[in-house]
């Protein structure tokens, strides 16, 4: 068993050669030494109330005859070394230092945008922090297609802890002789934990340029067919009097 831990730390011991888990050892007179390895898992989600990342925890694996392991030790009791000896209970003292994991995630209310020649794409991204660790110098990059202008506002976040997010602004300026036609930016995300880079995903950003419209065709076209309605309401009427 081991006490000492925080009840969202859970952990297995496990048999050196096979890893399967075990609960409970047995030895023979040909038996008398039993290799065992400890595996602890931390919580996906991290809580400052039960530990503190680089806080070291100090705790102890023991190990008791079979008659007193029926009485389960207190995992909500914090127990002493004293405490262990005055039950006759084996035990080595250990120490977890949770280090945390680094996560980003980059999100965006939509990421394909139509525009006309002229007009610029202006988005919101929110920057999360997914993992256990504080994120720090955080960096928003766009690679633009030829010719394009990005700005990245704020281009740098000095840190963002754990389960917070953070809004960065972007834009992207077509050049004026823009054709037709689709084309697609991408956002790079530079982050660090711990002083080790963060793995982040890319973003795709698809862009499609549609044609002006041509107002002086448009407006034609309108008169147009103005001028045929009219042409068949007064027909109609010069016939309907005959």
């Known amino acids: 068993d081991v006490v000492n831990l925080p009840r ?10 096979t890893n399967a888990r075990l609960s409970q050892v047995k030895f023979s007179q040909d ?14 989600r991290y809580d400052s109330t039960f530990f503190v990342i680089d806080r070291p925890i100090a705790f102890f694996a023991v190990a008791s005859p079979r008659f007193q392991a029926e009485h389960a030790m207190d995992r909500e009791k914090q127990y002493t070394a004293s405490d262990l000896d005055r039950m ?25 945008h139509e525009l006309k020649p002229g007009e610029n794409v202006q988005m919101n991204l929110t920057v999360y922090n997914d993992g256990t660790r504080r994120l720090d110098n955080i960096k928003i ?15 740098l976040l000095g840190s963002l802890m754990p389960g917070k997010e953070a809004i960065v602004s972007v834009m992207l300026s077509p050049p004026p002789e823009i054709s037709v036609g689709d084309y697609e930016a991408t956002i790079k995300t530079e982050s660090y934990a711990s002083n080790k880079k963060v793995e982040s995903e890319d973003k795709k950003i698809r862009i499609h340029v ?11 076209l309108v008169l147009l067919l103005v001028g045929i309605l009219t042409g068949v309401v007064v027909f109609g009427i010069r016939l309907s009097k005959k």
């Not at 039993?34 to 996906?44: C, E, G, I, S, T």
């Open 88 to 112: 006759n209970i084996s035990y080595v003292r250990l120490e977890l230092v949770p280090r945390g994991v680094g996560r980003i995630q980059v999100r965006a209310t939509n990421f394909y």
């Open 31 to 44: 038996v008398n030494t039993r290799k065992l390895a400890l595996a602890v898992y931390l919580p996906d």
């Open 210 to 220: 549609a044609a002006s419209a041509n107002i002086f065709g448009t407006t034609l």
């Open 8 to 17: 969202q730390v859970t952990c297995d011991f496990l048999e050196e050669q």
């Open 141 to 155: 990059q766009t690679d633009a297609p030829v010719n394009w202008v990005s700005t990245v506002t704020p281009d």
